[in-house]
């Protein structure tokens, strides 16, 4: 089954949506204090719950997904919410977004899909977009016994994202409507 059926048929309600913002993601925007009309990235964005979001609180933000599906829905919720997001339907091994252009991305289950061999492709693509000094919060399934999900560790943080700093990978518990992933935490910095 693919992305864009798993929106189509209602399974991402029962598997991996959610009715509010995350956790994770309101403190990380409250921590950063990026000024409004600061720009957003929300890599892998889904039905769009954090893209409305981070639009909520003044970014001008872009929501990337595989899905149009997705991005339908994602529309319908930003219209509801009274906000604009630039929704584009894309890859995130090549993000339809300009060099050097967002100053904050997120990343809500995306990277940890990714096979090991395209991971390098996707930090190019981070670092590509992120402005220097833009920051990247990366989430995802720390538990190696859950495939299709490729662990999010401290050593694949070390290894791929050259070029970037962080602070400690730090265990979460990614909530849904649907149940819990136990999951890891980065906040990373392009040099």
Not at 24 to 31: G, H, K, N
Not at 143 to 163: N, Q
């Amino acid at each position: 089954m693919s992305w864009d059926d798993n929106y189509r048929d209602g399974g991402f309600l029962r598997m991996w949506d959610y009715r509010h913002p995350t956790q994770e993601l309101v403190a990380t925007v409250a921590a950063l204090g990026l000024p409004a009309g600061s720009a957003a990235l929300d890599i892998g964005c889904g039905a769009g719950r954090e893209a409305v979001f981070l639009a909520s609180c003044g970014f001008r933000t872009t929501g990337v997904d595989l899905s149009p599906t997705a991005l339908s829905i994602a529309a319908d919720r930003a219209n509801r919410a009274g906000v604009r997001v630039d929704w584009r339907t894309g890859n995130a091994l090549a993000l339809p977004v300009p060099d050097a252009s967002i100053d904050l991305a997120t990343d809500r289950g995306c990277f940890h899909h990714i096979d090991d061999a395209d991971r390098p492709q996707f930090v190019r693509e981070v670092a590509r977009v992120l402005k220097p000094g833009g920051r990247f919060l990366l989430r995802g399934c720390r538990r190696s016994d859950m495939p299709p999900f490729v662990i999010i560790d401290a050593a694949t943080v070390d290894r791929l994202f050259v070029g970037f700093t962080h602070g400690p990978v730090l265990p979460i518990t990614l909530q849904a409507d649907s149940g819990t992933l136990d999951s890891n935490l980065v906040l990373l910095r392009r040099n």
